[in-house]
């Protein structure tokens, strides 16, 4: 505890009429910052936010409140960039702060280390902990998702009887596909008992896709909008399993687009609305029979040209089977035509070859002499480097290769030392030397 502090804790006790002690304003700041740090932190506040500004600097400003007060908050860069969510004004929030004084105004300040969403945030922990568990079994991966069929002979709707989702759906699939039959597997979809009334529903609609007047190729598994404890049901690891299990492609469409269950995530597709999920399920009505229309047409044009085909097929071989020796005229025609082509073609290349030996050997002689030359030429410079690069021109001039014992060039007196033996190598033959003395630069 500081010295303020310990001053004013001292000062508490006066006797009667004594003279009150003067405090200067920043150290009584002080004091009763230090007070609140001993007494009260850390600290746990649940409130609702209001007035939230986030800084150009990434800090944030705000104040929490209830019925019987509030307090200014404010949460640094480095906490606030620890947020899995956006904070609004009115949102319910849990913060785990430092409690302290603002010495520059004397404003009551929490420095907030940390903030969730309030009552929502041990779901929202669960919500991930579950997450985490069947990601890591294989119940998210994208190579288990199935695609839908483009033709269901029945569609099954899992939802209750009397959500707002089942009207949607059922509106949407009388006006997209009235022509396949829908069957509505009721269930609860809120509360602790909606999870296995849930898998219930399901499993009585995967008995339907085994066979039966009409078999279930696709289900639709649809609630309306809510909050997180809504919606919970579908955050069930029963139902998830279940979901996985199905021997039919499931889409999951519960709650708004921003919603997201883990019903959504083992789905085989995720639809971000009931009635999309409907529209998802298959092509309208009219789409097929405009195909249909098209195959027709496309059918009634191909079986017209392959009847006009084989009628001039037809004709053709009535024609050549009438009047047979006209064939063989034409065959006979076009044999004479193709060897006296090939007849021509043959004696063009010979003339063509024998002009090109001809220029051959005129040729041939002038570009040897030309080419020795070129070469003699090439020759000449190299031959004046060669001789410029021989070393007993260098020797002629008066210097000496000196070598040790081993043959080794001397290159510089530290290779040298008295006494040893040298051989040096002049241009008309080569002395045996003796070191008599070093003498380095």
């Keep these: 505890m500081t010295e303020a502090w310990d001053a004013a804790a001292q000062a508490e006790p006066r006797p009667l009429g004594a003279v009150p002690r003067v405090w200067q304003v920043g150290a009584l700041c002080r004091a009763v910052a230090d007070a609140l740090e001993a007494r009260f932190n850390p600290v746990t506040v649940q409130g609702e936010i209001s007035g939230f500004s986030r800084a150009s ?252 085909s084989h009628s001039q097929r037809l004709d053709f071989a009535g024609s050549r089977l009438g009047r047979p020796s006209s064939g063989l005229a034409q065959a006979q025609s076009r044999l004479a035509l193709q060897q006296q082509c090939l007849r021509h073609a043959a004696q063009t290349r010979i003339r063509q070859c024998r002009a090109d030996l001809q220029a051959i050997e005129l040729g041939f002689p002038s570009a040897i002499k030309s080419s020795l030359q070129n070469e003699q030429r090439r020759l000449e410079p190299l031959g004046l480097r060669l001789q410029l690069l021989d070393p007993t021109r260098v020797l002629k001039r008066g210097y000496a290769l000196l070598r040790d014992a081993s043959g080794h060039p001397i290159t510089s007196v530290r290779q040298t030392q008295p006494g040893q033996a040298l051989r040096a190598s002049l241009a008309d033959g080569e002395v045996d030397l003796a070191v008599s003395s070093v003498s380095p630069k």
Aim: hydrophobic share 45%.
């Design 57 to 308: 600097s990434g800090h944030c400003y705000f104040s929490v409140k209830d019925e019987q007060g509030q307090i200014r908050c404010a949460m640094f860069r480095r906490a606030a960039s620890l947020l899995d969510f956006s904070p609004r004004d009115g949102e319910l929030v849990e913060l785990r702060a430092r409690l302290g004084v603002y010495e520059q105004r004397g404003d009551l300040q929490l420095i907030v280390e940390s903030m969730r969403r309030a009552g929502q945030g041990a779901l929202f922990e669960q919500f991930l902990r579950l997450k985490a568990k069947l990601e890591g079994q294989g119940l998210f991966d994208a190579a288990r998702k199935r695609s839908l069929p483009l033709m269901p002979r029945a569609i099954g709707v899992v939802t209750s009887l009397g959500a707002a989702a089942l009207h949607d759906v059922v509106t949407a699939l009388r006006r997209r596909v009235p022509h396949i039959p829908v069957i509505v597997s009721p269930a609860l979809v809120q509360g602790n008992q909606a999870g296995a009334d849930l898998v219930r529903a399901l499993s009585a609609l995967y008995q339907r896709s085994q066979g039966g007047e009409a078999p279930v190729d696709v289900i639709l598994l649809v609630r309306g909008g809510g909050s997180m404890e809504d919606l919970w049901a579908f955050n069930d690891e029963a139902l998830a399993l279940c979901i996985a299990q199905s021997p039919v492609p499931v889409i999951c469409g519960v709650g708004h687009e921003t919603d997201f269950t883990i019903a959504d995530f083992c789905a085989d597709l995720r639809a971000p609305t009931p009635t999309a999920a409907a529209e998802l399920v298959c092509q309208p009505q009219q789409v097929w029979l405009q195909a249909l229309n098209l195959l027709h047409k496309r059918l009634g044009d191909g079986a017209d040209r392959r009847l006009e």
